[in-house]
């Protein structure tokens, strides 16, 4: 069953919260598959730094915007509830062509394997039709209470 996500659901299910929430809304959801947004704007505070007259969206935060797409995956299953996301890795990541402030992540995000509350998942990132990013992403849940 095919589902959509608003921001308000999102921040039900993931414990980011703004500057670091990068998951706008989701477009779809099914069983081991989502899609979901990041707006990018020059509003974003990373631009202040990076690069200044020449912004250019962090690799690692297209990473963490993967990620936290794959978390909300995991976390609508209901015995991941009441646990948080942490991740065990990152393979394979690649970064095809940078992302400017007025882009749309398209963020899609598979899950290959999961066992014992450890999975991993296939993520790739798109601005228009054009990948502009890849990895292999090995995650876990743990308790909230054991951090």
């Keep these: 069953m095919k589902q959509k996500l608003s921001i308000g659901k999102i921040l039900n299910l993931l414990p980011h919260r703004y500057p670091f929430l990068l998951v706008d809304k989701i477009l ?3 069983e081991k598959k989502i899609v979901g ?3 990018v704007t020059i509003n974003e505070p990373f ?3 990076h ?3 020449h912004p250019v969206m962090p690799g690692v935060l297209i990473i ?3 990620a936290q797409t794959g978390g909300v995956l995991m976390f609508s299953k209901e015995e991941n509830k009441g646990k948080i996301p942490l991740f065990a890795g990152i393979d394979k ?3 095809k062509k940078p992302v400017y402030p007025g882009d749309q992540l398209i963020i899609k995000v598979e899950i290959v394997k999961m066992v014992r509350g450890i999975g991993k998942a296939k ?3 798109y601005v228009e039709d054009n990948l502009v990013a ?4 090995l995650f876990t849940a743990v308790q909230k209470n054991s951090i």
């Design 123 to 125: 993520a790739e990132a």
């Design 47 to 49: 631009f202040q730094g």
């Design 51 to 53: 690069f200044p007259g």
């Design 28 to 30: 779809e959801q099914e």
């Design 93 to 95: 990541a690649r970064f």
């Design 134 to 137: 890849y990895a292999e992403l």
């Design 37 to 39: 947004v990041k707006n």
């Design 64 to 66: 963490e915007a993967m």
